[in-house]
């Protein structure tokens, strides 16, 4: 197995007293897509943006192909993109503009012909010279999924990117990121709270609760091994009982 | 070693907003024509009714117009962050390569870019409407408007650090930022007419200098080069102070959150 394109180990956030991430440890391979679950508070977010650079952690190491965040957060970033449905950008400048100038700043080669690909990809090339503040929240989606692409992440960071999204528009978005992590050899690390599309998607979660992680498997044998009948059945019985961490399905 | 590119990104941005927008271009120009004819009547009165033989032009509206170039340096770098601010785009921009000093100074090459657009209509305006000829000031020109430049950066970046710690409702601590200076500069009024206590605090100001040598090269009076470079070297010391400020103000920001709670406009 070759190194993975995302490794943590024991990344913890303290606010004060108050843990939001407690000692996490775990890894995202190439062509893997990872799902990052837990009831809201868990410290999903909190976790992707310690990911991201812009919340430092208070212990733990990441490191994105080998390269650590803390120390050449630069050159790791420039390796990374992410798309989250709290973070649109800027709702005054077209989806062409958007998409030269964050181009630019991922120093993307070919820019222009990368873009025009993105277009494509992603059905954007009649909203080209749209103002993205004007756009239907499926329609932002795409274009903040193609900003997210413009690099060819090896690390793609997913923050809940179909959650206001129409289930015909969530299923399209579903197989671009699936066809990106399995032609761009990138991994995914996708958080969501709809369990039917992590089942379709992921090939591995991780559930997150208070800080920590109890339990990592497939989400497809994962609820059989604990008596449940769905994911989505897992997932309520943990938000409510949580298990000692990682004590079953442990990959 | 910053990337071209990626402070182009910033620079790209603002020329964008700025393209598609009268309401962000007009302002460019039009307070600094208001300003400029305002006080070239001002000065043409005061020269009518004045029996000294004292010409106010270069004097009064030379100072109305190097005081609103330092104005414009400042918001230029405000101006550009806050449309960040304003669009919440923070976690956009800070989890991407982009390193801190890149997006400085492509906040800063923003401000060069549009307030020059407003020294240049100043300065013509004030040259053929009210007749301020700049052969008066000569070759210390030059320096005036490079120290100024240098404290509108510094107040700017200043001010960006304040709303970044504070939140987006701190912009209004931000806009008067320059009438609070105003008073110390000494800008319409030599700094002998202010009591001791304000007087000190304007020799720490290089604005100070700025309108102290104007004042002395219009009365045909000498000015010392040294107080000049001290001016010069005070705003150079404030630009590397208010980049420091920053970059802690920012790193307080990545170590609570604040970064990417701000786009969530949750600041408190």
């Given at each position: ?154 690390l793609l960071l997913l923050d809940e990117p179909t959650a206001s999204l129409d289930p015909s528009v969530a299923q399209e978005i579903r197989a671009l990121i699936q066809e990106f992590a399995r032609r761009e050899a990138g991994g995914v690390l996708w958080t969501s709270h709809n ?57 | ?225 040294g107080l000049l470079a001290l001016g010069g070297g005070l705003a150079v010391f404030y630009v590397l102070l208010a980049g420091w400020i920053f970059t802690r103000v920012y790193r307080h920001a990545v170590r609570t959150g604040l970064i990417a709670r701000y786009s969530a406009e949750t600041v408190n």
């Open positions: 197995m070759s190194d993975p394109v995302l490794s943590v180990s024991d990344l913890s956030k303290r606010y004060g007293e108050t843990p939001a991430v407690d000692g996490v440890s775990f890894t995202v391979a190439r062509n893997e897509i990872v799902g990052l679950l837990g009831p809201n508070g868990a410290g999903k977010t909190t976790t992707i943006n310690m990911i991201l650079g812009v919340l430092a952690p208070s212990a733990g190491r990441i490191l994105i192909d080998g390269v650590d965040v803390a120390r050449r957060r630069r050159e790791a970033l420039a390796r990374t993109n992410f798309a989250a449905v709290y973070a649109p950008l800027p709702g005054n400048l077209t989806v062409y503009q958007n998409l030269r100038i964050f181009g630019l700043i991922y120093a993307v080669p070919a820019l222009r012909q990368r873009i025009e690909v993105l277009l494509d990809q992603f059905g954007l090339r009649e909203l080209r010279n749209m103002k993205c503040g004007v756009l239907s929240s499926g329609e932002q989606t795409r274009v903040a999924l193609a900003k997210a692409m413009l690099n060819r992440p090896h369990m039917y599309e992590v089942a379709e998607v992921c090939d591995r979660v991780l559930f997150l609760s208070r800080g920590r992680i109890l339990l990592e498997g497939d989400p497809r044998s994962l609820p059989r091994q604990h008596g449940r009948r769905s994911l989505e059945e897992l997932f309520i019985a943990l938000a409510r009982e949580p298990l000692a961490p990682r004590v079953a399905g442990h990959a | 070693m910053p990337s071209f590119k990626r402070i182009a990104a910033i620079l790209l941005r603002q020329y964008y907003l700025m393209r598609g927008s009268a309401a962000r271009v007009v302002p460019l120009f039009a307070w600094v024509t208001v300003d400029i004819v305002l006080w070239g009547f001002i000065t043409r009165y005061l020269n009518s009714v004045s029996h000294a033989g004292f010409n106010f032009v270069p004097a009064l509206l030379g100072a109305v117009l190097l005081w609103d170039f330092l104005t414009r340096v400042m918001q230029g770098v405000t101006m550009a962050f806050f449309e960040d601010v304003w669009s919440r785009n923070f976690l956009n921009i800070f989890a991407t390569p982009l390193s801190l000093h890149e997006y400085l100074i492509g906040l800063v090459s923003s401000s060069i870019a549009t307030s020059a657009v407003g020294l240049v209509v100043m300065v013509v305006m004030a040259t053929l409407a009210f007749g301020l000829s700049f052969f008066v000031y000569g070759l210390m020109f030059v320096p005036f408007i490079l120290i100024l430049f240098l404290s509108g950066i510094a107040l700017g970046i200043f001010g960006c650090a304040l709303v970044l710690r504070l939140g987006p409702a701190a912009e209004w601590f931000v806009w008067p930022i320059p009438a609070l200076v105003s008073p110390f500069a000494g800008v319409f009024y030599p700094l002998s007419v202010l009591p001791a206590w304000m007087r000190a605090i304007s020799w720490l100001l290089p604005p100070s200098y700025v309108f102290e040598g104007m004042r002395a090269l219009v009365a045909h009076r000498e000015f010392s080069d």
